[in-house]
């Protein structure tokens, strides 16, 4: 039964260079097979060079309900960003 | 501020919920039952035409069909991965399919009589698909809409498929031309029946469009699909079966008739043409499949007995 089949998240990197992103999910007894599915499932179009997947229940995630304070530290550090910096504009390349 | 208001700002501001987020019950409530019909229906939708791969005529025909009918295979996955993000079990919405509990489009519930239907399935039945589901690509949840964004991209081969073979066969001899008018004919009604019921009589759309999981209601999508179409068939030299079907350039839109709803009604109610068939047909393939199920999970478990690897 599909149910006793543990779930996995499937992340393909689109092509050489890039980074493995996050496309969805799928069943499957164990990993190979997980790899395999989500070939079929995920890429029938050349959408990937490269799959990897993960149990689901081995990911952990920030809360969504403390997104606010968790990420508040860097909401007021502006001066992380170049644009806080005034420089003349006769400065050349800067 | 309390969270169902956040929830609606959110919302309205045309931010995406994501799976983790908090939502009313409803909202998940009409999501699930949402996804998971628009899921039965991409996996049901297989039989109608997965019927004619072994007799569609040629090697290039077959392996086109083939190729489609995988594909709904894959969105009917995507979709069901959907709604277990919502916390819904995939052996439970299989369950309430084969026995009747869900429902799926009630366009799977006529036969494909000929092979032309191969074409008009394509042209209409995926056309009519594409308008229902391209405003779904900006639904509020998620998940649902990254679903949606990667069907749509499939959909377009699907259509394009069935009109290529639908010009192909009215370049053909007079009786290849009558087949696709014949299957037009059948299809074009239940194409429209596609969209729902009129929005004066659909439950569900004023909630669904507050929320932001439906973009357009029934009338508008039907509306613009029949606009579509007209000229696709004037193309095609196919006559749509539709004698009120007149342009109005007061409103720049077609006029044209209503389908027979009392017919959509009895078969969404599952008295359709092949309603049973339909289910009978899914549970089998299930049930036969059980022994394969089993003995994966069992060589899996087995693996990580012997060599401890997951
Ligand atoms: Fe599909
Ligand atoms: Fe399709």
Known sequence: MSSSWPLWEVFVRGKRGLNHVHVGSLHAPDAEMAVRNARDVYTRRNEGVSIWVVPAASITASSPDEKD????PSGDKVYRHPTFYEIPEDVPHL | ?????????????EQRVEPRDW???GYRRTLVRQIAQHAHSEIIGMQPEGNWISRAPSLRRKAILLAKVQDEAGHGLYLYAATETLGADRDDLTGMLISGRQKYSSIFNYPTLSYADVGVIGWLVD?????????????????????????CKEESFHQRQGYELLMTMMSGTDAQRAMVQESVDRWWWPSLMMFGPPDAESSNTEQSMKWRIKRNTNDELRQKFVDMSVPQAQKLGVTLPDPELKW?????????GQPDWEEFWQVVGGNGPTNAQRVAHRRKAHEDGEWV?????AHASRRVAREGVA
């Open chain 2, 293 to 297: 199920r089993a003995a994966a999970a």
């Open chain 2, 1 to 13: 501020m309390d969270l169902e208001a956040q929830f609606e700002r959110a919302v309205e501001a």
């Open chain 2, 248 to 256: 109005n350039a007061e409103r720049g839109h077609h006029d044209f």
């Open chain 1, 69 to 72: 304070p968790f990420f508040e």
């Open chain 2, 23 to 25: 939502m009313p019950d």
């Open chain 2, 127 to 151: 056309g009519a698909a594409i308008c229902n589901q391209v405003p779904l690509c900006r639904t509020s949840y998620g998940p649902y809409a990254r679903a949606m964004i990667r069907i």
